[in-house]
């Protein structure tokens, strides 16, 4: 795999404000990230996004780097990847498409970034400034609140179901190891046998 072990730019956050259009709305209402938003949720949060064209093989998210932004992919295709701390190899662990969520995980801290995200096509995404949205849901603002609440609900939902994922990923990896293992001690068994036998009729 090619290295991308370039620092990721710092990308202007000023933009015109979206629109939203049928298709935003039905775009975010999709996604477990905003399960249970309402089009007027919907529309208090719009302020708080950003749209961004990314060229393949750009850096969004460095690892070990401190960001306060989620990224939603509208169009396009990224790779998460982490270096190997031994061997400083990169190692590619995830490859993100439409609709995926990268960097969801500063919903609930500001520790620097476990991996690195990369487009691996030329890609569209929606920035979420999670600063911005604490300043919101800390103000009087009661739908600020509300709307930081259903994130960390979502956030944690969709974290339940990836653990339950990998759970269920482990224990069929233990059953084909074992499987794996049992076959090897019976061909052994039988590899042994046939030397028994073989060496009975040379006698």
Same mark, same amino acid.
Request: charged share 25%.
């Given at each position: 795999?090619?290295?991308?072990n370039?620092?990721?730019?710092?990308?202007?956050?000023?933009?015109?404000?979206l629109?939203?259009?049928?298709?935003?709305?039905?775009f975010?209402?999709?996604?477990?990230?905003?399960?249970?938003?309402s089009?007027? @949720?919907?529309?208090?949060?719009?302020?708080?996004?950003?749209?961004?064209?990314?060229?393949a /093989?750009?850096c969004?998210?460095?690892e070990?780097?401190?960001?306060d932004?989620?990224?939603?992919?509208?169009? /396009?295709?990224?790779?998460?990847?982490?270096?190997?701390p031994?061997? /400083?190899?990169?190692? @590619?662990?995830?490859?993100?498409q439409?609709?995926?969520?990268?960097g969801?995980?500063?919903?609930?801290?500001?520790?620097?970034?476990?991996?690195? *995200?990369?487009?691996a096509?030329?890609?569209?995404?929606? *920035?979420?400034?999670i600063?911005?949205?604490?300043?919101?849901?800390? /103000?009087?603002?009661?739908?600020g609140?509300s709307?930081?609440?259903?994130?960390?609900?979502?956030l944690?939902?969709?974290?339940?179901?990836?653990m339950?994922?990998?759970?269920?990923?482990m224990l069929?990896?233990?059953?084909?190891?074992?499987?794996?293992?049992?076959?090897?001690? *019976?061909?052994?068994?039988?590899?042994?046998?046939?030397?028994?036998?073989m060496?009975?009729y040379?006698?």
């Open positions: 795999m090619q290295s991308n370039q620092r990721c730019k710092q990308r202007n956050k000023e933009n015109d404000m629109e939203l259009t049928p298709e935003l709305l039905n975010l209402r999709q996604n477990n990230l905003f399960s249970g938003f089009a007027v @949720q919907i529309e208090q949060l719009l302020p708080l996004l950003r749209e961004v064209r990314v060229p /093989g750009e969004i998210i460095q070990n780097a401190v960001s932004e989620l990224y939603l992919v509208k169009q /396009g295709e990224l790779r998460v990847t982490k270096l190997e031994t061997t /400083g190899k990169e190692l @590619q662990l995830a490859t993100l439409t609709g995926a969520v990268a969801e995980l500063t919903l609930l801290d500001d520790a620097p970034r476990s991996a690195s *995200v990369y487009a096509k030329d890609s569209v995404l929606l *920035v979420l400034s600063k911005e949205l604490h300043t919101l849901s800390a /103000g009087d603002s009661a739908a609140s709307l930081y609440s259903l994130l960390l609900q979502n944690a939902r969709n974290l339940s179901h990836r339950r994922s990998a759970n269920d990923t069929e990896d233990s059953r084909k190891e074992l499987a794996g293992t049992q076959a090897r001690a *019976v061909m052994g068994i039988v590899i042994v046998t046939v030397i028994v036998i060496s009975l040379a006698l």
